[in-house]
């Protein structure tokens, strides 16, 4: 008959759950540290700049509110590859501030129903109202 003690079988778990819970690499960390950054045009924004706009949209679709027609759904008519699965959600992307209104200006941030960032693309290089990507979105 083989006995197990109880005290051995949790620390064993909770060796195994530490190691596949490790850090994340560094190469995996700067990756996503990279996809927070953008170029729209000749127009750089930070993780800042993204992040805010990503809060603000966020915040308006799940309340269900806007703000001078933003957030609103974006159709993908241009083909963009995102890694996140739609549908999706645009809302302007500002320097160093959230859109609350008045002119858009020309760059967008792409989310999703779940707030997880697809892409940033702009009306900057574009013809007529169609977007083109920033750096890191392409079709």
């Known amino acids: 008959m083989v006995s197990f003690n109880l005290a051995s079988l949790l620390s064993t778990a909770l060796l195994f759950s530490s ?3 490790g850090p994340i690499p560094a190469a995996d960390a700067e990756a996503s ?3 927070r950054q953008t170029t729209c ?3 750089y924004y930070d993780r800042n700049d993204i992040q805010l706009a990503l809060n603000a949209g966020c915040k308006h679709y799940n309340a269900g509110t806007t703000v001078s027609g933003y957030p609103h759904k974006y ?8 890694d996140v699965a739609g549908p999706w959600q645009e809302f302007p992307i500002l320097d160093n ?4 209104g008045g002119s858009p200006g020309a760059d967008r941030i792409i989310f999703n129903e779940y707030c997880e960032v697809a892409g940033e693309i702009t009306h ?5 109202n169609d ?3 920033c750096s890191g979105t392409s079709t």
């Not at 159709?75 to 995102?82: I, L, R, S």
């Not at 501030?97 to 609350?100: D, I, L, P, V």
């Not at 900057?124 to 007529?128: F, K, M, Y």
């Open 75 to 82: 159709n993908n008519y241009e083909g963009f590859e995102f």
């Open 33 to 35: 540290l990279t996809k």
């Open 124 to 128: 900057t290089g574009a013809s007529g």
């Open 97 to 100: 501030k959230a859109f609350t």
């Open 41 to 43: 045009g000749k127009k």
């Open 131 to 133: 977007f083109v990507g």
């Open 19 to 21: 190691v596949l819970a």
